[in-house]
């Protein structure tokens, strides 16, 4: 797979302050990748640099094999966290003329806006002006302009923000049709279960390093804990407990369950889950067993406190 994205050695510095620190990623194209880090960590600043509102103090930016330029602005979609629309603007207006800054002609703009305007059913609000809208309903037309374009590739800060379930939902649904049909995206978000639900890759960027970039299966794989949580039904639970404890590591735990039965978080160290379901299975019957995979956020809370 070839890259959209590639990030050399990148530095940001704001005076003393260091924003990045000879920051390196890559984004394989066609891929969903989240940019994750705390608030300050870079994340805007990266952002920026890619969409040539600012320029890095040194490293180089690579889009879709070619070094960035101007014409590049073309391709790429960035919805800010801060959104950017005119207040008193009329919406119809305002979209044709930011389409066209993106290279629409006014005919192009205007069949995409009505794609779109249906598509999110918005259609009767093409004279309505941004300051009538709600929050919500201001977000679907930010997202209508970052998208029209058709961008190689779509950078989404916050996406999700001041959208309802309902509308957000909506919108996690046309950014995965738009990856379907060859849009590379990258986004940046606090909600860690978009994170799990969307993203092929990720990278985490913590006081202007870079600690983490992968496709998002192997990070999680690479810190997994060979935890274990299993539920039993069985008659001889202090039989069961003397067994587990002389080859695994065991404690009771807590999860949802329908069943009455014995619930143990246990790791597994260097045996293997047959060997721990066999043990289990000679007990009694089986009602839950599960491997405890950390998620993006436990993966992001370890990470970060730890530097």
Known sequence: MSNILEVNKV???YG???ALNEVSLTVPKGSIYGLLGPNGAGKTSLIR????IT???????ILDGEKLNP????SIGYMPEERGLYKTMKVGEQCLYLAQLKGL?????????DYWFTRLEIQGWWNKKINELSKGMAQKVQFIVTVLHKPKLLILDEPFSGFDPVNANLIKDEIIELNKNGTSVIFSTHRMESVE?????????HKSNKLIEGKLSDVKKHFRTNDYEVGILTDNVEGLMFDLSQKFTLSQTNFKSLQDELKLKINIG???PNELLNSLLNFGQVTHFVEKIPSVNNIFIQTVTEK
């Open 11 to 13: 530095v940001k510095q």
């Open 71 to 74: 014409s590049h602005v073309q």
């Open 49 to 52: 640099i890619i969409n040539q």
């Open 16 to 18: 003393d302050y260091t």
């Open 270 to 272: 260097n045996s293997t």
């Open 55 to 61: 320029m890095p103090d040194s490293g180089e930016i």
């Open 105 to 113: 002609t006014k005919t192009e703009a205007k069949h995409e806006l």
């Open 197 to 205: 639900e969307m993203c092929d890759y990720i990278a985490l960027i």
